[in-house]
């Protein structure tokens, strides 16, 4: 019964940071067995892996998105944030947080995803 719920902000202004949550229930963070993803989905591009955070902290990111990209977390709480500077339009999709296996291409990987939240860019 993991459950996954994204939450932050549904506008963000050009040039400023993209900032949203990821609330886990069911299950860990801190697991050594899954690490935890960010993914949006665009029009243009589709669903884009954005990065992941593993169980102890270490962070991987797209390498289209790594110099923007920062995951984070705060285990007391079970949660891993995304942030993302510089946005732009583009930028606008809707964002989905998951739990990943670990395994790649990374749509092989990814079993347990939250609704997703939409997140537009505009000034």
């Known amino acids: 019964q993991v459950q996954l719920q994204e939450s932050g902000p549904g506008l963000v202004k050009p040039s400023q940071t993209l900032s949203l949550t990821c609330t886990v229930s069911?299950?860990?963070?801190?697991?050594?067995?899954?690490?935890w993803s960010w993914i949006r989905q665009t029009p243009g591009k589709g669903l884009e892996w954005m990065g992941v955070?593993?169980?102890?902290?270490?962070?991987v990111f797209s390498p289209a998105l790594k110099s923007r990209t920062s995951i984070s977390r705060d285990t007391s709480k079970n949660q891993f944030s995304l942030q993302l500077s510089s946005v732009t339009p583009e930028d606008t999709a809707v964002y989905y947080c998951?739990?990943?296996?670990?395994?790649?291409?990374?749509?092989?990987?990814?079993?347990?995803w939250g609704q997703g939240t939409q997140v537009t860019v505009s000034s």
């Open positions: 998951a739990r990943d296996r670990g395994l790649r291409p990374w749509s092989w990987s990814l079993d347990y």
């Open positions: 955070i593993a169980y102890d902290g270490s962070t």
């Open positions: 069911g299950g860990s963070i801190t697991t050594n067995y899954y690490a």
